[in-house]
Every structure is written in structure tokens, then in C-alpha cells.
């Protein structure tokens, strides 16, 4: 009995050590109301955007290259905006098994939970497992643990691009073309999908200055990096202002560096607050944030030194350019969220075994404690939906200037989505554009 008790009890260390143990559980967790509609009070418009461009591709026909809203009145619906390889994906769910508002929640979940196997894999590679397994699961009690299963491309544009890191560490230190393929591939749509998100891929600068790496395969990474990298940018500087200058219908203004600069500056307060609270959703981690950087850059440690100093550099470019809609919108910190993730992690890592354990409990606890509105938060938006002539009257009292507000509509339509019941105040039913 005492022999198979101290088996058990190793067979739980190596369980409760593994990190794919943890990425079950979170991934798991987050199944719960997995298929209720997007009804969130924050971002539920951008939700529905998503669904929106899917279901037009699945009712009125795929064309990827023209994405179509339903809420611009008389204009086409055309818009310039990301590209919609996350809507594609929606589109094929659709083709199967036929369209529901939830397949972006679940697609979203499956792609961040593999990019966090990827942040492990990458981070164990080139640091070592602690350090690789404290990350991840500060990475997973983060923001990331609602935004992932939300129907929004920020998780999973970063989460394809982590991947597409992992890949290339893969192909510099062992080769294989295919590897090099997915490379190319997972980095390219990651950017796509969400231009931010390559601030990541600016690590790639490094490799450049390891002798150890053969020069063939650092040549072979930039091209194929350089490629990606054209794409992105034909894409972004070149169709969506098409687009835009065609179809008058525009998602995203991006701002000069001194004008994104000055607004940054006037909504400090919010600005800190995506970096303190939003990022981790855990003082604690934060804690344990500030106190990684002074490790790293007072101690010689090289590597993490440059590879942090390189994305933070990338990331306030991409911040600056947000301008104000940086500071107002909590989900544009999650480019940035693996690096804090990583540099916490490290920190722990410095501290005795039996305490880091302690620690990271503690950080999952508070991270899903403040998290806990964007996992439990349906139960409002159902009970509108339930109640669908309460809601009609709700809108009708606030008037004719409410019901033009694209907020309104696009919530509207994801009612729409969940009830073909539901209408505007006006009697149309929800679904329809005007």
C-alpha cells in the first residue's frame, strides 16, 4: 500500500507538471456556454462584424477579397478590414454542418489553445521547461482566458503567429522545408488576420547574429519572412484602402505617430491600466512582471534582454499608431500579453519550487476571478433575448438616433442570429440591413 501510494502520488506530480494536463482544463473550463450567442455588453458589435462577413460568405457566396457587413444602408457592405481568413473558417464550419452564430468561439478556443502548446514548446526550446511552464499558465489565466473563446481575431491572430515561432525554431535548428512551409504560412495569416500581432515576429531579427545557425537557413528564414511580410503589407496598404476608397466603409483609422503619441499621453491613466490590469488580469503577475524586467536587464542575461527589448519596441509602434483606440479597447494589449507572460514567468522561475507553485495558483485564481464576467457573462444577454418584447420596447424608447448607431445594429443582428424572432423596433426583422 505504501509503495503504490508513493507511485500515485508521483503519477500526480508528473500529471499536475505536464502543461497539456492545463491546457485541457482551461480549454475545458471554457466550453462552458460555448454555443450561447455573442452577447457580451463589451465588444459584442465586433463579434457580430465577424459573424456577419462569415455568414455573407456562407448566404450570398465566397469572395474572401471583399468582405460584406449588413449594416452601411444603401452602400454595399463591402469593408475594408482585416483579412477574413477567421470568417473563412466560420464559412467552412457553415458548409458542413450549416451556420450558427457559435463556431467562431470554438474555433478561436482550439486555435489559442494550440498556440499556447506552441508558447511552451518555443519557450522550453529556447529557455527551459520551468520557465516555459510558468508562462504558459500566466498566458492562460491572462486575458487570453476570455478573449480566446470569444468570436474576435486578436487571440487567434497572435495565437497563429506563436505558432508560426515555433515552427521556425523547429527549421533553424534541425531544417526540413515543410517546417519552413508552416512557417511562412501560420506567420503570414497571423499578420493577416491581425496586423499587431506581427510586433511578435520581430524577434526574427535575432537569429541573424547566431553563429551557430548555418547561413543558408538564416537566409532561407528572411526570404520566407520577407514574402509573409509583402503579403501583410499588400493587403493593409494597398486592398483595404481600395476598398475603403470604393465602398466608403472602413473599420479601423489609424493615427500619425505624433498625433497616436499625444492621445496615448492625454489617456494615460487607461493606457497604464492596459499594462497593469488588463494584459494579466492579475497585480500579482504584474508584480511578478516589474520584477522579471529588473532581473533581466541587471543580471546578464542576453537573450531575453534583446528578444524583449525587440517586441516592446514593436509593440509601442503598433500602440502609437492605435492612438486613443488603444487606451479605450482592453483586447489591444494581447499582442503584447505573451512577452509580459514570458518575462513573469522567468521571475517565478528564480524563486524555490515550493513557492513558485504557490504563486502560480494564486495568479490562475485572480486572473479567472477578474476574467470571470467574460465567461459567466450570458445569462443578461439571454434573458434579453428571452424577453424580445421588452427589448423592442427598450430600443424604441430611446429613438430613431439609437437604432442608426452601428453598436445597436450589429447587437440587433447577433439577436438575430440567436432567434430569427427577434426584429428591430421598427418591426424589420433583425437580420435585414438599413
Known amino acids: 500500500m505504501h509503495?503504490?501510494?508513493?507511485?500515485?502520488?508521483?503519477n500526480l506530480i508528473i500529471v499536475l507538471s505536464d502543461i497539456r494536463f492545463w491546457i485541457l482544463i482551461f480549454f475545458i473550463i471554457r466550453l462552458f456556454g460555448?454555443?450561447?450567442p455573442p452577447l457580451e455588453i463589451g465588444h459584442n458589435w465586433r463579434q457580430t462584424l465577424t459573424n456577419m462577413i462569415a455568414r455573407n460568405f456562407y448566404e450570398s457566396g465566397l469572395d474572401i477579397f471583399n468582405p460584406r457587413i449588413d449594416t452601411t444602408g444603401d452602400k454595399?457592405?463591402?469593408i475594408g478590414s482585416e483579412f477574413p481568413f477567421f470568417n473563412f473558417i466560420i464559412y467552412l464550419f457553415s458548409v458542413v454542418f450549416g451556420y450558427a452564430h457559435w463556431y467562431g468561439r470554438l474555433i478561436n478556443l482550439v486555435v489559442s489553445s494550440l498556440g499556447t502548446w506552441c508558447f511552451y514548446l518555443t519557450i522550453n526550446k529556447l529557455i527551459n521547461r520551468k520557465v516555459a511552464f510558468n508562462a504558459s499558465i500566466i498566458l492562460l489565466s491572462s486575458i487570453w482566458f476570455a478573449y480566446s473563446r470569444k468570436i474576435m481575431p486578436d487571440t487567434f491572430s497572435v495565437a497563429l503567429v506563436i505558432i508560426g515561432l515555433y515552427f521556425v525554431t523547429e527549421y533553424l535548428s534541425s531544417g526540413g522545408l515543410f517546417k519552413l512551409f508552416l512557417f511562412f504560412l501560420f506567420i503570414t495569416l497571423g499578420g493577416l488576420c491581425k496586423i499587431p500581432a506581427i510586433a511578435i515576429s520581430s524577434l526574427l531579427i535575432i537569429p541573424i547574429f547566431l553563429k551557430h545557425i548555418s547561413k543558408k537557413r538564416k537566409l532561407m528564414v528572411f526570404t520566407a519572412a520577407t514574402v509573409g511580410f509583402l503579403i501583410i503589407l499588400l493587403w493593409y496598404f494597398y486592398w483595404v484602402p481600395y476598398l475603403v476608397a470604393e465602398y466608403k466603409t472602413q473599420l479601423y483609422y489609424p493615427k500619425g505617430i505624433i498625433e497616436g503619441f499625444k492621445e496615448i499621453l492625454q489617456l494615460k491613466t487607461k493606457t497604464l491600466e492596459r499594462f497593469y490590469y488588463s494584459s494579466l488580469h492579475s497585480f500579482l503577475a504584474f508584480a511578478c512582471f516589474m520584477a522579471g524586467l529588473v532581473m533581466i536587464f541587471i543580471r546578464k542575461n542576453t537573450f531575453l534582454k534583446i528578444a524583449v527589448s525587440?517586441?516592446?519596441l514593436s509593440f509601442f509602434f503598433f500602440m502609437i499608431k492605435a492612438g486613443s483606440v488603444f487606451s479605450n479597447h482592453s483586447y489591444y494589449i494581447i499582442t503584447y500579453t505573451p512577452v509580459m507572460a514570458?518575462?513573469?514567468?522567468?521571475?517565478?522561475?528564480?524563486?524555490?519550487t515550493r513557492y513558485q507553485w504557490i504563486l502560480l495558483v494564486l495568479i490562475a485564481i485572480e486572473g479567472i476571478a477578474n476574467e470571470r464576467a467574460g465567461l459567466f457573462h450570458l445569462a443578461q444577454g439571454n434573458e434579453l433575448c428571452k424577453d424580445r418584447r421588452e427589448a423592442r420596447l427598450t430600443l424604441r424608447a430611446c429613438g430613431p438616433r439609437m437604432l442608426r448607431d452601428h453598436t445597436v445594429r450589429h447587437f440587433w443582428?447577433?439577436?438575430a442570429d440567436h432567434s430569427p424572432h427577434c426584429r428591430y423596433p421598427s418591426g424589420r426583422p433583425a437580420g435585414v440591413a438599413g
Do not use: A, E, P
Open 76 to 78: 454595399t457592405g463591402i
Open 413 to 415: 443582428r447577433s439577436l
Open 342 to 352: 514570458l518575462v513573469s514567468g522567468f521571475c517565478i522561475w528564480k524563486i524555490k
Open 34 to 36: 460555448i454555443t450561447n
Open 3 to 10: 509503495g503504490s501510494s508513493i507511485i500515485s502520488k508521483k
Open 310 to 312: 525587440i517586441v516592446t
